[in-house]
């Protein structure tokens, strides 16, 4: 089983900014990318952010410039940090981990902004 555990999600003003982090544990074998998807009320799920092992990204077209995900492989964590936060990125953010045939999700940390 693999666990991810979130946190770092809270209320934060328009224009502030947020830092989350997701820690990995469990059986994980063959990490491939790690990172971090959102939803909003009453839209689907999409990608925020993305990194591989090798530190390549992806980022949503919404947040460049404005969210920068990072990774430490060795604590098998991955880190987003948000920064000029608008209204529109309230949403529960999941992280999300994919391994060889597996994919993981976190349970969600919610992000509220205020504006």
């Known amino acids: 089983q693999v666990q991810l555990v979130e946190s770092g999600g809270g209320l934060a003003q328009a224009g502030g900014s947020l830092r989350l982090s997701c820690r990995a544990s469990?059986?994980?074998?063959?990490?491939?990318?790690m990172g971090w998807y959102r939803q909003a009320p009453g839209k689907q799920r999409e990608l925020v952010a993305v990194?591989?092992?090798?530190?390549?990204?992806n980022y949503a077209d919404s947040v460049k410039g404005r969210f920068t995900i990072s990774r430490d492989n060795a604590k098998s964590t991955v880190y987003l940090q948000m920064n000029s936060l608008k209204a529109e990125d309230t949403a529960v953010y999941y992280c999300y981990l994919s391994a060889v045939g597996k994919v993981y999700w976190g349970s969600g940390t919610v992000v509220t902004v205020s504006s």
């Open positions: 469990g059986n994980i074998f063959s990490i491939l990318v």
């Open positions: 990194i591989t092992t090798g530190g390549d990204t």
